[in-house]
Nanobody, 121 residues
Framework: QVQLVESGGGLVQTGGSLKLSCGAS????????MGWYRQAPGKQRELVAA???????NYADSVKGRFTISRDNAKNTVYLQMNSLKPEDTAVYYC???????????????WGQGTQVTVSS
């Protein structure tokens, strides 16, 4: 019901920047919270940043001050601006959205395919 298409990952040097984008499409009544998670090999998936429809944000302590999450509701798109990247930011980054379904339930199990972010030293 929900398709998420991500872009913007890649390889950058320490201190560099990347901007990830994730567009949502499909059949749903509305989108609620949108967020970015990341997972490094052998590690648990962790929340990086989330943003509500009203613009309230939440960041992992490890990225606070360096990353900025934003959204364009008209485009059903969420962004993650990543600055001052560090090698420890290296991970697969996943887009996640919560939606009100056509059946009026609330679904949060909506994930993008993942995009690799690699930060070299």
């Amino acid at each position: 019901q929900v398709q998420l298409v991500e872009s913007g990952g890649g390889l950058v040097q320490t201190g560099g920047s990347l901007k990830l984008s994730c567009g949502a499409s499909g059949r749903f009544r509305s989108i609620s919270t949108m967020g970015w998670y990341r997972q490094a090999p052998g590690k648990q998936r962790e929340l990086v940043a989330a943003i509500t429809t009203g613009g309230s944000t939440n960041y992992a302590d490890s990225v606070k001050g360096r990353f900025t999450i934003s959204r364009d509701n008209a485009k059903n798109t969420v962004y993650l601006q990543m600055n001052s990247l560090k090698p420890e930011d290296t991970a697969v980054y996943y887009c996640n959205v919560g939606v009100r379904t056509m059946a009026w339930s609330y679904s949060t199990d909506n994930w993008g395919q993942g995009t690799q972010v690699t930060v070299s030293s």
